[in-house]
């Protein structure tokens, strides 16, 4: 008799709803029970977790033998009987799968780089490893023997892999990884074949391998797919009010966990437009809340070096201290009462427990504006911790880590523990402007040499594809900025504008040659964030400056060496915004250096460092290398990289207190210039755009909520 006729397990599972995690926590005895109770109540991640800790060490094959046993005794318990109805067949069923996703969890954690992070003995890691395979493999023949096929596992398996899969629509490291799994499942040994295939693709995965090795660290510029990274060593992730809307995108379900808060907020119901930016701050929360918890283990262990969160205020009052520092505040409180009851689960029965629910975030301030200065100053004196970003230029970057500098001394005099801050490159951004105006340049010099330029322009817009919206455009200036824009015109090589300044004969009549001609102007703007990286990087942290460092805020601020010395240990530059492979690679460090990664360029990353020539030793403490001077003189010769290269008269000012020497150059864009940089008004106008589309999204989800419930009443 099929005992699961007419169930779809898969379905079943994905509508399983966890229980409410609770203080006081419900009785238990020791570790294992907390674990199997814990993964029970159905947060087996969470379960897993609880054994990422040092004082485990030497106790794991004690406590992961009782909760295999325990686990066993729940899996054969749920077995489906004759006279089971509907709704304990089901219980039953995810019972099953929180059993094998429990065991998967343990199993991925110690594979990956947690374990090194706590300092399981390989001893302790390969005993409880083999167990684990040994108790998912009679699972799974239990499974077979009770209804031919093992359904749970292979519904469990891929859940796994389809949430891996929709990671950008497919198009990441972990959606190719995935496939590359699931490719090699073998239906005989299921569970056999899916653990050691996962070992494979990760522990030869080029993350895993650099933060094993230590040479840099990185972080995901992306709101999903978090755990999986962790497991490769990453140690951050970025968001922005683009990537929280993504998220709920690709994770709907996410809607249903921020339908709880809105009914717990009658205000919300009765006015949403006039709670509309609050309502997009808890949107953003239960969004992001997966990151903060994913990234507890790592944050706890490093006693809060790693592991941060990186949230964006309101674009919207970036300008704005005060408004900017209540925010913050808000943000902060609210997510430390959620943390605190996690943290409880998380730290159960340890006796050496850091302070619980201290939120593992830092705020993203938006170098656009001179209020950065402040409020990135205020945030760090009081250990919130922040992500410095929308910035560019050298003297940017340098001075806003010096507030931070700043606010992290005046938070150690208090005794107040720091957090680790970042100062965000986005060299990404940066080159994107410099070929848009490279482009717009080129295109002009064109239309200056032919006889009909809206037929030019319209002949253009036709080969770009994009002739329908270059149509709705009135102004001739318009149209030629929006061709150039990076939407538009990713590359300067594309064949459609190839073909036109061909036609226009600016750059000669041969295709060819003109086609030569602008690969090397691509390939020149592309090493435009790389050479300001650098320069940032070397003026804080070379070997010859870090120690002026130190002196100056031992100085400066009446701290000891050892204070000094957290400060600049726990600022990393970091940069973001990558387009290509060597924005990676060209820009490693072993010290204050955390990259954080698109999905797709993880999967540029992971597929060239699987090309037989490459060799990973090549480019350990790249950041330190000198690259091609010819492509500096090139890079030279445009106005807006002059200002992001050089430094301004302010932090020149700032070098000469700390007794840092070299040949600077005094171009650099000065503090009050910052609203009006090119790069700075597009990414403020793309990050305004974006928090405006999804708070409009949240307040019509909102609406739709009130009018549910009034229906009901």
Same mark, same amino acid.
């Given at each position: ?11 079943? !599972? ?27 109540? =159905? ?20 406590? !992961? ?17 004759? /006279? ?19 065991l ?7 594979i ?6 706590? +300092? &399981?003995?390989?001893?302790? @890691? ?35 892999? $389809? ?9 990441s ?21 899916? @653990? ?21 660290? &990185? ?5 999903? +797919? ?12 970025s ?36 709670y ?29 070096h ?17 408004r ?32 619980? /629910? ?8 938006? =170098? ?33 880590? @010096? ?23 986005? +060299? ?28 030019f ?7 770009? /594809? ?31 504008f ?8 600016i750059?000669g009549? $041969? ?13 020149i703007? =592309?090493?435009?964030?790389?050479y ?34 957290? !400060? ?22 072993s010290?204050? *250096?955390?990259?954080?990664? %698109?999905? $797709?360029?993880q ?10 020539? &490459? ?55 000065? @503090? ?11 990414? *403020?106008?793309?990050?305004?755009? /974006?928090?405006?589309? %999804? ?19």
């Amino acid at each position: 008799m099929n005992l699961l006729r007419g169930i779809d397990i898969y379905q079943v !599972i994905k509508g399983a709803k966890p229980e409410k995690l609770t203080l006081p926590i419900p009785p238990r005895t020791d570790h294992a029970d907390h674990v199997v109770k814990t993964a029970l109540m =159905g947060y087996p991640e969470l379960a897993a977790d609880h054994l990422l800790h040092k004082e485990m060490v030497g106790k794991l094959k004690d406590v !992961i033998s009782a909760i295999l046993r325990q686990s066993n005794l729940e899996f054969i318990n749920a077995r489906i009987r004759e /006279g089971d109805d509907l709704e304990v067949k089901k219980k039953k069923i995810i019972t099953r799968y929180r059993c094998y996703r429990l065991l998967l969890e343990i199993f991925f954690n110690l594979i990956g780089i947690e374990s090194k992070w706590v +300092g &399981f003995s390989d001893d302790e @890691v390969d005993f409880s490893l083999n167990c684990i395979i040994n108790t998912l493999e009679a699972w799974e023949n239990q499974e077979k023997e009770e209804y031919n096929e093992p359904k749970v596992a292979w519904a469990t398996i891929k859940i796994i892999l $389809d949430d891996m899969k929709r990671i950008r629509k497919g198009e990441s490291m972990l959606a190719y990884i995935a496939r590359e799994v699931e490719d090699s499942l073998n239906k005989d040994r299921l569970m056999y074949s899916f @653990v050691t295939s996962m070992k494979d693709k990760l522990q030869n995965n080029i993350y895993y391998k650099l933060s094993l090795m230590k040479a840099c660290k &990185f972080g995901n510029d992306y709101a999903l +797919g978090l755990r999986w990274l962790r497991h490769l060593g990453f140690v951050q992730v970025s968001t922005n009010p683009v990537l929280a809307a993504i998220a709920y995108d690709e994770k709907p379900e996410l809607w249903d966990s921020f339908k709880e808060v809105v009914l717990e907020h009658p205000e919300w119901l009765k006015d949403p437009e006039k709670y509309a930016d609050e309502i997009a701050m808890e949107a953003t929360r239960i969004g992001l809340m997966e990151n903060f918890l994913v990234f507890r283990v790592p944050f706890i262990l490093s006693n809060y070096h790693d592991g941060l969160v990186s949230y964006q205020l309101n674009p919207n009052i970036a300008s704005n201290v005060e408004r900017s520092l209540e925010d913050a505040l808000k943000f902060y409180m609210r997510t430390q009462e959620y943390l605190k009851i996690y943290d409880s689960y998380l730290l159960w029965g340890y006796s050496e427990v850091q302070e619980k /629910g201290r939120p593992n975030i830092v705020f993203k301030v938006a =170098g656009a504006y001179p209020a950065a200065l402040e409020i990135a100053e205020k945030l760090n004196e009081r250990g919130m911790g922040t992500n410095i970003t929308v910035v560019y230029t050298v003297s940017q970057e340098v001075l806003l880590g @010096v507030s931070e500098m700043k606010g992290m001394a005046k938070a150690l005099k208090r005794g107040i523990k720091i957090t680790q801050v970042y100062i965000t490159n986005m +060299g990404g951004r940066l080159e994107d402007h410099l070929r848009e105006v490279e482009a717009e340049k080129l295109l002009r010099d064109a239309l200056s040499k032919v006889e009909n330029s809206e037929e030019f322009l319209e002949e253009l817009a036709s080969d770009l /594809g994009v002739l329908e919206d270059f149509r709705k455009l009135k102004d001739f200036d318009e149209k030629i900025k929006f061709l150039c824009k990076k939407k538009v015109l990713r590359k300067l090589t594309n064949p459609a504008f190839v073909k036109a300044i061909t036609k226009s004969g600016i750059l000669g009549k $041969d295709e060819k040659k003109v086609y030569d001609e602008l690969a090397r102007r691509e390939r020149i703007i =592309g090493f435009a964030g790389i050479y300001v990286t650098q320069r940032v990087y070397k003026i804080l942290f070379s070997p010859e400056n870090r120690p002026k460092w130190i002196n100056y805020l031992q100085e400066k601020f009446g701290l000891t060496r050892e204070q000094a010395e957290e !400060i600049l240990d726990k600022i990393d530059v970091l940069p973001a915004s990558k387009r290509k492979t060597i924005d990676t690679i060209l820009t490693l460090a072993s010290r204050n *250096m955390t990259h954080t990664e %698109f999905p $797709d360029q993880q999967l540029r990353v992971l597929l060239e460092s699987r090309k037989k020539d &490459f060799k990973l030793i090549d480019y350990l403490e790249s950041v330190m290398e000198e690259y091609d001077g010819e492509i500096l003189n090139e890079l030279m010769k445009r106005e807006d990289f002059v200002k992001a290269y050089e430094v301004s008269p302010e932090l020149a000012k700032i070098l000469n207190e700390v007794g840092i020497k070299g040949d600077f150059g005094n171009r650099g864009l000065r @503090v009050s210039e910052w609203p009006n940089y090119g790069p700075c008004v597009k990414t *403020m106008t793309q990050f305004t755009e /974006g928090y405006e589309r %999804f708070k409009l999204k949240c307040v019509e989800f909102v609406k739709k909520i009130a009018k549910e419930v009034s229906t009901i009443s």
